[in-house]
Nanobody, 114 residues
Framework: QVQVMESGGGLVQPGGSLRLSCAASGSIASGNVMGWYRQAPGKERELVASITSGGSTNYGDFVKGRFTISRDNAKNTVYLRMNSLKPEDTGVYYC????????WGQGTQVTVSS
């Protein structure tokens, strides 16, 4: 089993920045993929960004260079740096760990509002 825990959400003004962190613990395997998804009220959960243990990244189309995902394999931690935040980025951000299964954190709220 793998446990995943997010941190770093909050309230930010439009144009501001936030950094989310996600730590995985338990039966961690090399070759895993970790990522961030988000869900806005009334909408489906969507991919924000993912990163392999080798550092290959994938981003949702809406990111358009505003967000950067990174990871520290020694700490089993993934980060999401979000710049130029917009009100439509508001939602619950979930961390995901994938390797022979999919494990989710409980989510962290991100609210972009003036």
């Amino acid at each position: 089993q793998v446990q995943v825990m997010e941190s770093g959400g909050g309230l930010v003004q439009p144009g501001g920045s936030l950094r989310l962190s996600c730590a995985a613990s338990g039966s961690i395997a090399s070759g895993n993929v970790m990522g961030w998804y988000r869900q806005a009220p009334g909408k489906e959960r969507e991919l924000v960004a993912s990163i392999t243990s080798g550092g290959s990244t994938n981003y949702g189309d809406f990111v358009k260079g505003r967000f950067t995902i990174s990871r520290d394999n020694a700490k089993n931690t993934v980060y999401l740096r979000m710049n130029s935040l917009k009100p439509e980025d508001t939602g619950v951000y979930y961390c995901n760990y994938q390797f022979r299964g999919s494990f989710w954190g409980q989510g962290t709220q991100v609210t972009v509002s003036s």
